[in-house]
């Protein structure tokens, strides 16, 4: 028996408790449509509309045409409305697949998202109660490019789960 406390702990089998929790390795979507995740085929409009948003109060600025800041009045409102379809499914997702649950990142997506979906809310309901024109400058157009930044963080950060721990995705065959 060695009494060397390097040699001993290199002797012991090390452990992951949580991989070694039943279902770590249940990853597979459930809120899919005929295997194709939801949540991955709504992702695309709040981002989409957060850069329409972020473009139209550019547009505003330079040209002063109140056209822009009612697009960008829609582009933000529908950002956050079809943000908080995506966030449901994604939330859906999580909580119902124990693969899912049970890792890290995945809570990490959840909370970027959740601070993006606020923001994208703040914008809108801002733009909402101090009127769609004045709402632009300065603070609008600041919420925009606050948005943006989030909205690539929490795209970037949901395109991990998917690619690096193949969260949501069917087994290989
Ligand atoms: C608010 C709660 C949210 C939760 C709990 C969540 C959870 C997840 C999960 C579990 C995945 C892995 C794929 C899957 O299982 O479908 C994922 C992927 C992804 N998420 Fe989210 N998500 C949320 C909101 C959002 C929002 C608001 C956005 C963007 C505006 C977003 C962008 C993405 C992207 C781009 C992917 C990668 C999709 C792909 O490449 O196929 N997520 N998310």
């Not at 002063?64 to 582009?75: I, K, N, V």
């Not at 923001?119 to 943006?148: C, E, F, K, M, Q």
């Not at 395109?159 to 969260?167: C, E």
Request: aromatic share 12%.
């Amino acid at each position: 028996m060695t009494t060397d406390p390097i040699e001993h702990s290199n002797s012991e089998e090390l452990i992951d408790p949580i991989s070694e929790r039943p279902g770590f390795d249940q990853t597979e979507s459930r809120v899919a449509i005929l295997g194709h995740p939801i949540h991955a085929m709504s992702v695309a409009f709040p981002v989409a509309l957060t850069f329409c948003t972020i473009g139209a109060d550019l547009f505003y600025w330079w040209t002063g045409e109140p056209f822009w800041a009612r697009a960008g009045l829609w582009a933000v409102g529908t950002g956050f409305l079809f943000g908080m379809a995506a966030g449901f499914s994604g939330t859906a997702e999580l909580l119902l697949v124990s693969g899912i649950r049970a890792r890290a990142p995945a809570w990490t997506h959840f909370i970027i998202a959740v601070c993006t979906l606020a923001l994208l809310g703040a914008n809108w309901g801002y733009r909402l109660t101090t009127g769609y024109i004045d709402a632009v400058l300065p603070y609008g157009i600041l919420l925009s490019a606050l948005s943006l930044g989030m909205v690539a963080l929490t795209g970037w950060h949901g395109g991990k789960l998917v690619f690096d721990y193949r969260l949501g995705t069917s087994k290989s065959s």
